[in-house]
């Protein structure tokens, strides 16, 4: 057997995979869709930060979120910290958002952690460990299998929103798009360069794969979430930032009344006591004490 045919096969069979995950995903979240809508708990509200107002009702029973960070994960976001908090000086738009870009950096090191543990596993304890395999998978499916836009981890982006930012696009609420000082730095890729979207997309994957430039591209897309909020005219807070990374919205009545971000949304909210601990550094003065 040829290594082309060998690898024609494990393109095939990641293929098929990664279709029955994400036939297993449909339907858990459409049942999960028809549940009753309760009340939202106190620890739900009590979780969220104190500059975003009261919390919404959810749209529909979930169990109460308790953050999981993963070891492996915990150990790249403190090596990442310094990383994070460049790009967070770097995006950060103070005039525009309100916020420190301590503020801001704790939002991106949300971002990441929510995304690297979904709701999914939340609901699906014995998932857990496959949550590695998925995202290989959607990796390696951007990069074999045409018309591939898969989310590509740890920051959860689909190549397609990588490529506008690499091209400073901003979509607005009424469909119009214009256009932002927005830069991605570290990124090598030139769009233009390319003579196919399938070979655009996997030079993309491979960027936003990386920590490092994962990082880059989320603040990246953070900052069009301030520019957005600022067309609108909407206060930015936490939840303005994660509801445009999350569904493209930034009018806090959108995504109140959105499902999908307010799920989002409510599950974020128990990360954001790791994000600001990481942010703030405290791990590390624990750790020296622990060692004491």
């Known amino acids: ?15 098929i995979l990664l279709i029955a995950l994400l036939f297993a995903v449909g339907l858990h979240q459409r049942n999960a869709l028809a549940m009753p809508a309760p009340q939202a708990s106190s620890a739900t509200i009590n979780g969220l930060n104190e500059r975003s107002g009261t919390a919404s009702k959810p749209n529909r029973a979930r169990p109460t979120v308790t953050a999981h960070v993963r070891p492996d994960l915990m150990r790249r976001m403190r090596t990442l910290r310094p990383t994070i908090l460049r790009a967070a000086a770097r995006h950060n738009r103070p005039e525009l958002s309100g916020m420190s870009d301590t503020e801001f950096a704790v939002v991106i090191a949300t971002i990441i952690y929510n995304e690297n543990f979904g709701w999914l596993e939340d609901d699906i304890a014995p998932l857990r460990p496959l949550t590695s395999l998925y995202q290989d998978l959607q990796r390696q499916a951007n990069r ?7 989310s590509v981890w740890p920051a959860n982006l689909r190549p397609s929103v990588a490529l506008e930012i690499l091209r400073q696009e901003l979509p607005l609420a009424d469909q119009r798009m214009v256009y932002v000082p927005v830069y991605v730095a570290g990124s090598q890729i030139q769009p233009e360069h390319f003579a196919s979207q399938d070979a655009l997309y996997a030079a993309i994957t491979a960027e936003i794969s990386r920590d490092d430039l994962a990082i880059a591209y989320l603040a990246a897309n953070l900052e069009r979430g301030v520019y957005r909020a600022a067309f609108e005219d909407v206060p930015v807070n936490w939840r303005t930032l994660a509801a445009w990374h999350n569904q493209g919205i930034v009018d806090p009545r ?3 009344a959105n499902a999908t971000s307010n799920d989002y ?9 790791p994000a600001r601990t990481l942010i703030d550094g405290h791990w590390v003065v624990r750790t020296v004490v622990e060692r004491v």
């Open 144 to 150: 074999s299998v045409s018309g591939s836009n898969f």
């Open 254 to 256: 959108q995504y109140r």
């Open 265 to 273: 949304l409510r599950r974020a909210s128990a990360y954001l006591s």
């Open 1 to 15: 057997m040829t290594d082309c045919m060998i690898h024609r096969l494990r393109a095939a069979f990641a293929t």
